[in-house]
């Protein structure tokens, strides 16, 4: 079992950065594969990137590729989505997941989520 909480999230204007925390507990992180999932108001939970286990394999949606990075410290149990030239398109509740099998777009392959943070960018 594994715990996920989400941290970070904010109102940043468009151009602007925020930085996005997952923070992990009650098992061994590394053997997990973390994803990040956005979901906005009426509209579908959509896929933004996820990484392995080992943090060599980064995997972004076409919508993010070039402006939001993802990495992980298994030291401290936290995966991190750093957001770069927002836009207010990227507005949504973002979240992350774990599952201990597969790296994945796809969000039912994941198996653990945390609650949530919102980002909301002003235009």
């Known amino acids: 079992q594994v715990s996920l909480v989400e941290s970070g999230g904010g109102l940043v204007q468009a151009g602007g950065s925020l930085r996005l925390s997952c923070a992990a507990s009650?098992?061994?992180?590394?053997?997990?594969?973390v994803g990040w999932f956005r979901q906005a108001p009426g509209k579908e939970r959509e896929f933004v990137g996820t990484?392995?286990?080992?943090?060599?394999?980064?995997i972004y949606a076409d919508s993010v590729q070039g402006r939001f990075t993802i990495s992980r410290d298994n030291a401290k149990d936290t995966v991190t989505l750093d957001m770069n030239s927002l836009k207010p398109e990227d507005t949504a509740n973002y979240y992350c997941?774990?599952?201990?099998?597969?790296?994945?777009?796809?969000?039912?392959?994941?198996?653990?989520w945390g609650p949530g943070t919102q980002v909301t960018v002003s235009s």
């Open positions: 990484i392995d286990m080992t943090g060599y394999i980064i």
């Open positions: 009650g098992h061994i992180f590394s053997r997990y594969a």
């Open positions: 997941a774990a599952n201990s099998r597969i790296i994945a777009r796809d969000g039912s392959a994941y198996d653990y």
